[in-house]
Nanobody, 124 residues
Framework: QVQLVESGGGLVQAGGSLRLSCAAS????????MGWFRQAPGKEREFVAA????????YYADSVKGRFTISRDIAKNTVYLQMNSLKPEDTAVYYC?????????????????WGQGTQVTVSS
C-alpha cells in the first residue's frame, strides 16, 4: 500500500508562485512515475505534470508548460510541483498520484494511488 501526503496548497494572487510537495510512503519502488492532477469544480480531473521516477523525465500539460516544474527527491521519496505565474484558471484541487504498471502517464486510469488533494486558489 502507498500513502501520499500533500502540502503546500493555499491562496495566492495571480502571477504568484506556490510549491506543492507530495511525500510518499509504502511500496513505491515499483512505480514508473508520479504525477500531479487537478480538478476544478464541475470539471474532470486533468493531467498537470508527471515525472519518471528513475530518469526524471518530465511530462507537462500544455496549459502549464513553461510555468510549472515537476521534480523529485529520491532520498526523500517526494515529488514537487513548482507553480509560477499562476493564473485564476489554475484554481483547483491538486492531487498527487502514483502511476501503476499500465496505462498512459497522462491519464488518471494509469495511476493507482492518490493523495487526498490540496486546494490551490489563485485570486485575480
Amino acid at each position: 500500500q502507498v500513502q501520499l501526503v500533500e502540502s503546500g496548497g493555499g491562496l495566492v494572487q495571480a502571477g504568484g508562485s506556490l510549491r506543492l510537495s507530495c511525500a510518499a510512503s509504502g511500496r513505491t519502488f515499483s512505480s514508473s512515475a508520479m504525477g500531479w492532477f487537478r480538478q476544478a469544480p464541475g470539471k474532470e480531473r486533468e493531467f498537470v505534470a508527471a515525472i519518471h521516477w528513475s530518469s526524471a523525465y518530465t511530462y507537462y500539460a500544455d496549459s502549464v508548460k513553461g510555468r510549472f516544474t515537476i521534480s523529485r527527491d529520491i532520498a526523500k521519496n517526494t515529488v514537487y510541483l513548482q507553480m509560477n505565474s499562476l493564473k485564476p484558471e489554475d484554481t483547483a484541487v491538486y492531487y498527487c498520484a502514483v502511476r501503476g504498471t499500465s496505462g498512459s502517464v497522462y491519464s488518471t486510469e494509469g495511476y493507482v494511488y492518490w493523495g487526498q488533494g490540496t486546494q490551490v486558489t489563485v485570486s485575480s
